[in-house]
């Protein structure tokens, strides 16, 4: 088991972050909630509403990943997993998401690519990259169709892979997005590309299929199940150059619980690939706000 007591000690400024999350989401979660896509990482297709503001908060324990680049491998707690939705029309929405801080308890340190700058010998910690998407509604549903959508983002390079954790790359993204509901279940998927700059190598790229299929399956008003199978697959050979682009993916299955005007999540994890932590879960909040009333500027 990670040495949670002694990483927080090392990492300065943790219970900052953790007051100031709390702040923002108890300032921000003001207005009843409606379907929330934490704790799922495939994408459906929803839009939200024009002038709507959902705001999302999770936390990840994470056992035994390993981070090929840096040639650490140990557990991970993501602190502050932010995802921010916001409807600017009836159908297209933009999209933040990122990770606060990210911290590392080191069980195993290899070969690393590039040169290290740990906080200790036996943890590290750093921010995760932040990335902006749009997602844009192109058929709604029918009876006999399903909704379609599609969605592009662009991730930038805030980490610093000397801290073992991050690539500190750019890469972008671009995904097709369907949904279909039959009753209480709600079925969607993503396909799609990812270009990944490869850290390891000047000029050098890979190109890799994006995927996720999910079900949503409401119990009653207040309950939701959930599951998903989703992640990123290399159909080239990972050699050096392209150290840091390895195939990940993961399966999760979970609950979303409306309970005292929030919508609170929790999902088990198990990871789907050798570099993929084991298992692990994750636990968050969501909430929605009116940003803007859209109909005082027609």
Same mark, same amino acid.
Do not use: C, Y
């Given at each position: 088991?990670?040495?949670?007591?002694?990483?927080?000690?090392?990492?300065?400024?943790?219970?900052?972050?953790?007051?100031?999350?709390?702040?923002?989401?108890?300032?921000? +979660?003001?207005?009843?909630?409606? !379907?929330?896509?934490?704790?799922?990482?495939?994408?459906?297709?929803?839009?939200? !509403?024009?002038?709507?503001?959902?705001?999302?908060?999770?936390?990840?324990?994470?056992?035994? !990943?390993? +981070?090929?680049?840096?040639?650490?491998?140990?557990?991970? +707690?993501?602190?502050?997993?932010?995802?921010?939705?916001?409807?600017?029309?009836k159908v297209v929405e933009v999209q933040f998401q990122g990770i606060v801080q990210e911290f590392l308890s080191i069980k195993q340190q290899g070969a690393s690519f590039v040169p290290l700058t740990l906080s200790s010998a036996n943890s590290t910690h750093d921010v995760g990259d932040f990335s902006l998407w749009t997602k844009i509604l192109l058929l709604g549903e029918t009876d006999r169709r399903p909704a379609l959508a599609f969605r592009f983002g662009y991730e930038m390079p805030n980490s610093n892979q000397a801290r073992g954790i991050g690539t500190n790359s750019t890469n972008i993204y671009a995904e097709a997005i369907a949904e279909k509901h039959f009753g209480r279940l709600a079925v969607f998927g993503d396909l799609g590309l990812g270009i990944l700059t490869s850290p390891n190598a000047l000029y050098s790229q890979n190109d890799e299929l994006l995927y996720g299929f999910a079900f949503r399956y409401s119990v009653n008003q207040q309950i939701n199940l959930l599951g998903e199978v989703a992640g990123r697959y290399s159909p080239r050979k990972i050699n050096t150059a392209l150290v840091g682009t390895e195939s990940l993916g993961q399966g999760r299955f979970g609950v979303q619980i409306n309970a005292g005007g929030l919508v609170w999540d929790l999902a088990a994890i198990a990871g789907l690939t050798k570099n993929d932590p084991r298992t692990g879960f994750t636990f968050g909040v969501s909430k929605e706000f009116k940003l803007f009333d859209r109909s005082k500027f027609q």
């Open positions: 088991m990670p040495k949670w007591p002694g990483l927080f000690r090392n990492a300065i400024g943790m219970r900052w972050i953790l007051a100031s999350a709390a702040v923002v989401a108890l300032q921000l +979660f003001t207005m009843p909630a409606v !379907a929330q896509d934490r704790p799922l990482r495939t994408s459906d297709a929803e839009i939200i !509403a024009p002038g709507v503001v959902r705001a999302q908060v999770g936390f990840d324990f994470l056992q035994d !990943a390993n +981070f090929p680049l840096s040639g650490l491998s140990g557990d991970v +707690f993501d602190a502050g997993a932010i995802n921010v939705r916001m409807g600017i029309g």
